[in-house]
């Protein structure tokens, strides 16, 4: 199992190796509240692409289970444009999520 504050680390590591990665990204505040989907998130579409490939190894790495970001399973029937999603609420989207997971498996 893994706790919702870890999905936050390894969020948080991820994003800041997209930072670092581009130099004009410098300028980005990483914390608990940064936008990682949505209007306000600092990432382009390509910068996004790379943080969900950081963030779901970094998972797998974590878990030793395959991972995947399920965008659709994150907005739903939401309007697209109105989404806006922060590292908090992401990290407690996929806890909640991974402990469901866990529970199912532990029944079967």
Known sequence: MISEKKIRELMLDALEKVRDADQASKDWALNESTIVLGAGSPMDSIAFTFFVTEFEEKMENETRQQFTLNLEELYGNRDAAKVRLSVDELARHIAGKHDSKE??????
């Open 103 to 108: 529970a199912e498996s532990q029944s079967n």
